[in-house]
């Protein structure tokens, strides 16, 4: 290493001087190592693609070319993904490098010192983070105590601070519930004055429903999915879809080539074999039933009703539940550190039979040690 001339700033001092206050404050995004684990704490899809399609892949793969940059309009893909997944006629998407991407654009197109972004709490955590890292304010309104949506305190806490975008997890992530049809439609005609609700459908292959037909229907209404939870969270690979005239404004804080040309090869492979995905999103809808109610009939443990690949629990002593699993090589999200709604919480993703079993087995366990 160069030595430093005497004026030369030490690190310390650059962080000081250079990286805001804010981001100081920050932890690192913290993913625990997973090796060797009944890995259930991402909401993973665990059923890989038929082994006969794997070669189909690759060879689409090989063909593509790594020495070119992506043609950045993604007129293919953009169409294929239209056509397939219920983009409504005349609507187009914009991709992203998974949703967390589109979220960050959004704030990015938003942002002007003093404007507000709010959703419920709990949900999804980069909604407040990519606010606040693009300088926008950032408004928290609680669930009620069952994590159903409180109508009363969204409409008020809208009227009060007039938030640029509004975000509903549909259905919640970390909650795994769906909120009710009709008080989404509602905050979205009370947003429509000034602001945008964007309703993020990550979880939607597990729901049953969606609110992408519902777009022609509001200028203010942005629907955004990704392939993340459908069982393709490698290739990341989100889109959004809204009014044509605000998705071009969007376009403009995209960064041009986003989308690389494995995750594009690969996104336009799946899409043509789209049933078998839909088939393991049923498989994982039944397994959640049953794993619902083995969880339900289980002494001092609580089960929240979930639209999603996921179950929310609540347990006499997370702390120690988490530790017992983690000792039993079994990895779920402690909740309970999440939020003060949360306490006690458990999550647990949906798996295989073999993977429900051994985290149930484990779970009663150390059930049984409190
Ligand atoms: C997982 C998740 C995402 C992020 O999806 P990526 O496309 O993997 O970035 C977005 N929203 C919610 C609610 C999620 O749970």
């Known amino acids: 290493m160069n030595k430093s001339p005497a004026e030369a700033a030490s690190c ?16 690192a995004y913290h ?8 890995k259930l704490d991402a909401m993973e899809n665990p059923h890989t693609l038929p082994p006969e399609l794997h070669a189909q892949l690759a ?5 593509a070319e790594l020495n070119r940059y992506p043609v950045p309009s993604y007129t293919r893909l953009k169409q294929e993904i239209c056509a397939r997944l219920g983009v409504p006629e005349g609507y187009d998407v914009l991709l992203g490098n998974g949703s967390d991407e589109l979220i960050a654009i959004l704030s990015a197109a938003c942002a002007v010192p003093g404007r507000k972004v709010l959703a419920p709490e709990p949900s999804f955590v980069m909604y407040q983070v990519s606010a606040l890292s693009a300088g926008l304010e950032y408004v ?4 009620r105590a069952d994590l159903t949506l409180d109508l009363p305190a969204m409409l008020a806490a809208m009227a009060q601070h007039r ?6 997890s549909y259905p919640n992530n970390p909650t795994g519930t769906l909120f009710a049809r009709a008080d989404v439609l509602r905050i979205v005609e009370a947003a429509a004055p000034y602001g945008l609700v964007v309703v993020d459908e990550a979880y939607q292959p597990f729901a049953g429903t969606s609110l992408m037909p519902a777009l022609p229907q509001f200028n203010n209404l942005v629907l955004m999915r990704t392939v993340s939870k459908l069982g393709l969270a490698g290739i990341r690979l989100g889109y959004m879809s809204a009014a044509p ?14 989308i690389n040309v494995l995750t594009e090869a690969a996104a336009l492979f799946v899409l043509e074999h789209l049933d078998v995905l839909e088939g393991q999103a049923a498989r994982l809808r039944e397994a959640r039933t049953v794993l619902a109610a083995s969880l339900a009939a289980l002494d ?8 999603a690949n996921f179950v929310l629990i609540r347990v006499p002593d997370a702390e120690k539940v988490f530790a017992a699993l983690l000792a039993r090589k079994v990895l779920v999200k402690n909740a309970g550190r999440m939020h003060a709604l949360l306490r006690n919480c458990l999550r647990i993703t949906v798996s295989t039979e073999e993977e429900n079993a051994a985290f149930l087995a484990a779970l009663q366990a150390a059930l049984a040690e409190l």
């Open 163 to 168: 938030p640029a975008i509004t975000y509903l």
């Open 245 to 258: 005239a605000l998705l071009r404004e969007f376009d403009k804080v995209r960064p041009p080539y986003n």
């Open 31 to 38: 993913v625990p190592p997973a090796e060797g684990m009944v």
């Open 12 to 27: 310390e001092e650059l962080i000081a001087g250079v990286i805001r206050p804010l981001v100081r404050g920050w932890q």
């Open 140 to 143: 928290g309104v609680p669930l």
């Open 300 to 307: 001092g443990v609580e089960v929240f009703p979930s639209a």
């Open 59 to 63: 060879r689409r793969l090989a063909a």
